[in-house]
């Protein structure tokens, strides 16, 4: 199996590597790339933890493979905030509200958060219990995740006023 | 987990898929979203030494509506059903249903063609397809045909698709007059899969009686399947004199679910019963409207 050339975009910046076909997007991202931000947790699918943007939609990194994103834009957590060092709205709102505590399922958590609110700016509290099924947090019983939800769409609005 | 190696193939046209499907036969999976696929590969529960990915091939992505048909290409995403103006207006089930599918996230990337092809029984769009009586354009090496989704689904995970063919696009009939559609399940967790569901598509005469009615049931048994018992009775029924509870019971009649770890058999069919009711109901509400 020969390894395969892949250039994508990854939070604005071109980024090339060369990995097996196997090689999923989230290992690529993290082992080639070294943005080891976006955590690998059941690697099948279901903890959402390495959720990134594909071409602006939210999809779990684990179930793509690096050689399908090639050629497409990659937002990470780390592109998530406005620049290196300052937090976006959301991340400001899981830190306001006690949104999490371990922190791995975070990464994933803030990038779903941050597609839906962008389509859905006011959604209600079935709303967001339905849109957070997607992503497992095994520490805080998403109390804090939901507020934090709430707290962000607040934020956003703030900053957008 | 990871997935064991393969040589991947990224083709761009349909031809060149089902060339290298004729060529390498069992060692040869076409991969579209990804969204089953991918875990059954990380799990290691299958393995192919060569995958064909359908995402860059031209011609197999989009929606279009004409005369009573709503054509939707295998390779559009689920999120597409949910988000279309056009598909909620001409199969608004379609747009019912989608939500239903895992997660937002695996709607994004999980297809229209792929859920349907890799037949999961206790699968929405399966029992949607069924329930309408949808017609799947599939291409192989030596062409293309179509094939009714009554003839489609043929086990768990097992459907009337040769090794080397595709499901290319799938047909839907528009919503006709006086006609309504509901589908419901109970799942234990948003975006699991289902315990059982159930899918109604009901048509009312000008006398306000039932003209057609198709129910379809997933999740109890190897593939979505019609109740045809129940069909039965309804048709030529006023509404009002339709016993949606019976109507469920008689539709899981000659049904005899499986347990496994989520429900047993029995209360997999009391489920489904119910929740057949719902849809009856609802589709009979909506079509009277």
Redesign the interface.
């Known amino acids: ?1 020969t390894d ?1 050339a892949i250039a994508i975009t990854v939070n604005g910046e071109r980024r090339k590597g060369r990995t ?3 090689t ?1 997007l989230a ?1 690529f991202l993290r082992d080639e790339l070294a943005l080891t931000g976006t955590h690998v947790g059941c ?4 903890c ?1 933890a390495c ?1 990134v943007l ?1 071409d602006g ?4 990194s ?4 690096a ?2 994103a090639d050629g497409a834009d990659i937002t990470t957590i780390e592109g998530i905030g406005p620049e290196p060092g300052r937090l976006g709205p959301v991340q400001q709102a899981f830190m306001e509200c006690h949104g999490l505590q371990c922190g791995f399922c975070t990464p994933g958590f803030v990038v ?1 958060v941050t597609s ?1 609110l962008a389509e859905q700016p006011a959604p209600t509290d079935d709303e967001i ?3 957070l ?2 992503n497992i947090c095994r520490c805080t019983g998403y109390q804090g995740i939901v507020a934090a939800v709430h707290r962000a769409t607040e934020l956003i609005e703030e900053a957008t006023a | 987990m990871k997935p064991g190696p393969f040589e991947y193939h990224a083709p761009h046209t349909v031809a060149d898929v089902t060339a290298l499907l004729a060529e390498h036969g069992d060692e040869c999976k076409p991969l579209a979203g990804g969204q089953s696929l991918v875990p059954m590969l990380a799990l290691r529960l299958t393995g192919f030494p060569h995958l064909v990915d359908l995402n860059r091939v031209d011609g197999l992505s989009g929606v279009e509506r004409s005369n009573g048909t709503l054509v939707i290409g295998a390779i559009t995403r689920q999120r597409v059903l949910e988000r279309d103006p056009q598909i909620a207006e001409a199969v608004p089930l379609l747009a019912r249903a989608a939500p239903l599918i895992g997660h937002f996230q695996i709607r994004n990337r999980g297809t229209v063609g792929g859920s349907l092809a890799h037949a999961d029984p206790a699968s929405e769009l399966p029992a949607v397809a069924l329930a309408l009586g949808a017609t799947f354009d599939v291409a192989g090496p030596n062409g293309t045909r179509s094939i009714a989704a009554a003839d489609f689904f043929t086990g768990t995970w097992s459907t009337a698709l040769e090794p080397d063919e595709i499901v290319t696009a799938v047909s839907f009939p528009v919503r006709g007059e006086r006609t309504g559609s509901a589908i419901h399940e109970m799942a234990r967790r948003h975006g699991d899969f289902a315990i059982a569901g159930a899918v109604a598509n009901m048509s009312l005469d000008a006398a306000g009686r039932v003209s057609a009615a198709a129910i379809s049931l997933f999740g109890v048994a190897s593939t979505p399947v019609r109740a045809t018992g129940a069909e039965a009775a309804l048709v030529g029924a006023a509404p009002a004199d339709i016993n949606t509870l019976e109507i469920g019971r008689l539709a899981l009649a000659d049904q005899e679910p499986t347990d496994d770890i989520h429900a047993t058999g029995p209360q997999r069919a009391r489920i489904a019963a119910h929740v057949t009711g719902i849809v009856v109901a609802r589709a009979l509400e909506e079509a009277g409207r």
């Open positions: 199996m395969q097996e076909a196997r999923t290992d690697e099948h699918g279901v959402g959720t594909l939609e939210a999809v779990r684990c179930l793509v493979l050689v399908q779903s839906f219990r339905e849109m099924s997607g």
